[in-house]
């Protein structure tokens, strides 16, 4: 049996499913394909060929920044 969770190197839980797998397409309509595959998928679709998406395992790693646009003060009256 699969487990439906894991952590990645950072202590972050991480889903076993087709959303955080790195195998992962989704089409201009919006349908999600498995690229091992080739098939049409679910997003809870769990398979033995899953892999952690790279985004999933750099989570939790720390040093990101969050910028702002165009927005260089903020007045509260």
């Known amino acids: 049996m699969v487990k439906k969770i894991c952590k990645n190197a950072h ?6 499913c ?10 201009k309509d919006g349908t999600r394909v498995c690229a091992q595959m080739m098939i049409k998928v679910e997003q809870r679709f769990k398979c033995k060929q899953w ?3 790279d985004g999933l395992k750099n989570a ?8 702002l646009k165009g927005t260089t003060e903020v007045i509260i009256k």
């Open 11 to 16: 202590g972050v839980k991480v889903k076993r």
């Open 51 to 53: 892999l952690m998406s």
């Open 60 to 67: 939790g790693k720390g040093g990101g920044e969050v910028r």
């Open 18 to 27: 087709c959303a955080s797998c790195e195998h992962k397409c989704i089409e």
